[in-house]
């Protein structure tokens, strides 16, 4: 048995997962619409005074809503002891970790990424603003599913897990919120948002290089 | 790779720095050096605060409102130097599997914590007559503001656990991924926003008066001395917290 | 990576257990101090115990799953954290393991796959119809009823290459099983001991197992 067949198997599973469990990715996208919608009562519904705040309200709803799924990378493992299979196996933990969050974030990304320049329309914004925003929810997803693994693996068996996920992981989304942002908002005013972009992605790279392998540390203390 | 403390033990018996890594040895010492940091915390601030608030001059441009900064930089300045600190020992806990490394860490947080919210308190009460308004989203306030809520979330995270152990290694893996955070956050919020005064203390190209270059030292010690004796303390009682019923705590506390 | 697939395969047929001043921790509080078994193959474990003496925690640290607080627990040799104890034994602990969402066929092959078994339907077939439950295969693990779920997720021990292969950690195995399973569980384990595999077991019901090695061990 590879390495490659082992993780392939993690990825599988977590496809076969979701496909199966439609609340999954529906849950995620209802809410991602409900958060959007709720903004133009709170703040009037002056297309001109949504356009500004669009962006920042589609990309922090989409940053929830992932992090909303972030517990079922692991607490339904724990609870039914599938966990200990993947815990137990002599291949690294870290890429079996990578395998699922793969698995998570092409699925949760890919309706998140779609829902994202959909949502963009409520508020009145231009088209090629829509589109770098689908492109950047579609970067940042990933990058808030690799550092939410490490905090979801360690409250696996804490109390309080969901409310303080959210403290862990969002300051440190702040860069990434920033940044993706940054580049829809680079679109709507007309500027070149190359330079966002290439920050975003030296934040994915940096998060794949390092967050599986501290979240295969976290599982091992939370495990324990 | 991680270790036990009995497999430390078993390596590092006998060494020179080994020696204070047994919450029983360093009880005693930690004592002497919080009562040597009360003392130097009070001398420093009642100097630092005399130099500071009547012998400096009054600035040009802001007039007497700067002389917040005496409380406001230091304590920045500590808010991030204890995170820093808290990470290091937080490390030294998870490779070597001392227990007194992570009271230290635990030790340091709330300090650190309270260090942060000074600087944003103190930063507020200048920002309003100088800005004209408490808060700016300027990048070294909003650094300071998310280093508190790493703050929060480690102490948080830390008590989340009924096994002590468990939430000193969680915790601790928290620190870390923070304190590898922490010039990330920095960087991209001060990309995000430019528009705080530029650093006004560097070392040799100094803008500022002496007297009150003088003053912002004293107080920065005075501040160091208050954040050691206060982690000593803190790290005391935590020790007396969780050796409570061995016999040498029996024997000390006598 | 051949090489050392090869190395490995040697190393798990390879069934010794040693356990040497072993002691664990929960919360801070010391659960067994200075256990030391030497276990052959072909032996059955018994693990005897009043509760919270720690037999569950004995049993993951022997899966690679838990880490003692002092000693060591030894699978052939080897460190049964730093070597991964999946090479050498089947953890079966309280919960079945088993997806509710999936089918006892996905269930199961994701299982073969991390323990390291190249398993194909047919030897989850194979396993299912060992236990007289084959025509559960397809059916979603969510739906099972309680004595199925048990059955379906025994067969997770039976899909090794041979007989023997692993070492079985049983924590628990015949509670809520009915007589019949029961005895089948049992003649499964003596199969499997008479293959040379060791199989540690702990257990509140004095069910009747034959084995020609038996060992107790009482925390």
């Known amino acids: ?224 | ?254 | 990576m051949g090489r050392i697939q090869g190395a490995r395969r040697i190393v798990s047929l390879c069934a010794n257990l040693r356990l040497e001043a072993l002691a664990a921790e929960r919360g801070g509080k010391a659960v067994f101090a200075d256990v030391n078994v030497d276990v052959a193959a072909g032996t059955l474990l018994r693990v005897i115990g009043p509760n919270g003496a720690g037999k569950t925690t004995l049993l993951r640290i022997l899966a690679g799953l838990g880490a003692a607080s002092a000693g060591s627990a030894r699978w052939c040799g080897a460190d049964a954290v730093e070597y991964r104890a999946s090479e050498a034994a089947i953890f079966a602990g309280h919960a079945s393991a088993m997806n509710d969402a999936l089918t006892v066929a996905e269930n199961l092959s994701y299982a073969a796959a991390l323990a390291g078994f190249d398993s194909s339907s047919s030897d989850v077939r194979r396993a299912m119809s060992q236990l007289g439950v084959e025509k559960l295969i397809n059916r979603r693990f969510g739906s099972l009823s309680q004595g199925q779920r048990k059955r379906a997720s025994l067969a997770r021990l039976l899909l090794r290459t041979q007989p023997g292969e692993r070492a079985w950690l049983l924590d628990e195995p015949f509670v809520a099983l009915d007589t019949d399973t029961q005895a089948q569980l049992a003649s499964l384990i003596s199969q499997e001991l008479a293959a040379g595999a060791i199989v540690v077991l702990t257990s509140h019901q004095s069910v009747t197992i034959n084995a020609l090695k038996i060992q107790e061990l009482t925390l």
């Open chain 1, 1 to 224: 048995m590879s390495l490659r067949t082992v993780a392939g198997a993690v990825f599988r599973r977590e496809m076969q997962l979701f496909a199966r469990r439609k609340s999954d990715w529906a849950n995620p996208i209802v809410f991602f619409l409900i958060v959007c919608s709720l903004f133009p009562f709170a703040v009037g519904s002056e297309s001109e005074k949504l356009k500004l705040i669009g962006i920042g309200v589609i990309f922090v709803g989409a940053l929830l809503s992932a992090m909303l799924s972030l517990p079922r990378l692991f607490d339904d493992d724990a609870r039914d002891g599938s966990l200990e299979l993947m815990l137990a196996s002599s291949e690294p933990l870290a890429v079996l970790i990578l395998a699922r969050i793969t698995a998570l974030s092409l699925g949760l990304g890919a309706a998140l990424t779609i829902a994202a320049p959909v949502f963009a329309l409520f508020y009145a914004l231009p088209f090629a603003v829509a589109g770098m925003l689908a492109l950047s929810v579609a970067m940042a997803v990933p990058t808030l599913l690799l550092i939410g693994a490490i905090a979801a693996a360690l409250l696996v068996s804490a109390r309080g897990g969901a409310i303080l996920t959210a403290v862990l992981v969002l300051p440190l989304t702040i860069p990434t919120l920033i940044f993706g942002a940054g580049a829809a908002l680079k679109v709507f005013y007309g500027e070149p948002p190359a330079a966002e972009l290439a920050l975003q992605g030296a934040f994915l790279l940096l998060a794949l290089a390092l967050c599986p392998l501290a979240a295969a540390a976290a599982l091992k203390i939370s495990t324990d």
């Open chain 2, 1 to 254: 790779m991680a270790r036990t403390e009995q497999q430390s033990n078993d390596k590092f018996a006998g060494r020179w720095f080994w020696r204070y890594a047994s919450p029983a040895a360093f009880y005693p010492l930690a004592g002497k050096i919080e009562n040597v940091c009360w003392v130097l915390a009070c001398l420093l601030t009642l100097v630092g605060l005399y130099v500071g608030f009547f012998v400096a001059p009054t600035d040009a441009t802001q007039g007497e409102v700067y002389r917040v900064i005496f409380i406001h930089v230091p304590a920045a300045w500590m808010a991030m130097v204890i995170y820093l600190a808290m990470a290091f020992w937080a490390g030294t806990g998870l490779v070597l599997g001392t227990r007194l490394s992570f009271m230290m860490s635990h030790a340091l947080a709330p300090t650190g914590a309270i260090m942060a919210v000074v600087a944003l308190w103190t930063g507020a009460l200048w920002g309003r007559p100088t800005w004209g308004t408490y808060w700016v989203w300027d990048a070294r306030i909003t650094s300071t503001l998310i280093l508190f809520f790493l703050y929060v979330g480690y102490m948080a995270l830390a008590a989340a656990f009924d096994d002590k152990k468990k939430g000193d290694r969680a915790s601790a893996l928290i620190a870390l991924v923070g304190a590898i955070n922490v010039p990330i956050i920095y960087f991209s919020v001060k990309w995000w926003t430019t528009l705080h005064q530029g650093s006004s203390v560097r070392p040799g190209s100094s803008s500022m008066a002496t007297t009150m270059l003088w003053a912002m030292l004293i107080m920065t010690f005075a501040f160091w001395a208050y954040c050691v004796a206060a982690a000593m303390h803190r790290l005391r009682t935590q020790i007396i917290e969780r050796e409570s019923g061995s016999a040498w705590l029996r024997e000390a506390v006598k």
